[in-house]
Every structure is written in structure tokens, then in C-alpha cells.
Nanobody, 115 residues
Framework: VQLQASGGGLVQPGGSLRLSCAAS????????MAWYRQAPGKQRELVAL???????NYADSVKGRFTISRDNAKNLVYLQMNSLKPEDTAVYLC??????????WGQGTQVTVSS
């Protein structure tokens, strides 16, 4: 599985961004998909996850502000980020996980929240 993330950029506090992750392969719909982020000097953390069945889970720090979704017909997963805060600044990474436990990572996309 190859993953390609896009959509990062510079945004002011309170603004919005939508990240996209394009996945290769015909079995995308069977994978759980997730967004992680890693800020300088900090550990990588799970931001949001969506299972193959569409169930979602979010980090407490982004609940109510971020929404993860997927389009199985297009092999895409999205992260809509609203009400962005400076502490959301990080490299955001897309990840796929199979039911057998294999995990795949895409390259990151930088999100910077600053005035």
C-alpha cells in the first residue's frame, strides 16, 4: 500500500484546512485509516482513526474540531480540521492498517498554525 498525503499549509489560528490521503491498491476499503501527527521534540500521536466499517475515534485534543472521513470509491481519506490552534502545528502523517496487523505510512504534510 502506498499513501500520499496532501493539503497541509500555513493557516491562521481559528482557520481550517482539509488534508487528503490517496491510497493505492484495490483493497483500500478493508483497511483502517488514521492520521497521526508529530511536532518537533514530541512523540508521534494518533489524531483520528476510521475503521473499514466507518467507525471513528479521535484524540481528546481534537474532538469537536477535526473530522476524519473516507471515500472507498476513490481510495481517499480526509481530515477536515477546523478551529485550528497553534498547538495543532505538526507534520501530519497518513497511515493504513490491515486486519493482519500490517501498517503502512505515507510521507507527512506540514501544518503550521500561526498568525
Amino acid at each position: 500500500v502506498q499513501l500520499q498525503a496532501s493539503g497541509g499549509g500555513l493557516v491562521q489560528p481559528g482557520g481550517s484546512l482539509r488534508l487528503s490521503c490517496a491510497a493505492s491498491g484495490s483493497i483500500f476499503r478493508f483497511y483502517s485509516m488514521a492520521w497521526y501527527r508529530q511536532a518537533p521534540g514530541k512523540q508521534r500521536e494518533l489524531v483520528a482513526l476510521i475503521t473499514s466499517g466507518g467507525s471513528t475515534n479521535y484524540a481528546d485534543s481534537v474532538k469537536g474540531r477535526f473530522t476524519i472521513s473516507r471515500d472507498n470509491a476513490k481510495n481517499l481519506v480526509y481530515l477536515q480540521m477546523n478551529s485550528l490552534k497553534p498547538e495543532d502545528t505538526a507534520v501530519y502523517l497518513c497511515s493504513a492498517a490491515s486486519s493482519a496487523g500490517a501498517r503502512y505510512w505515507g510521507q507527512g504534510t506540514q501544518v503550521t498554525v500561526s498568525s
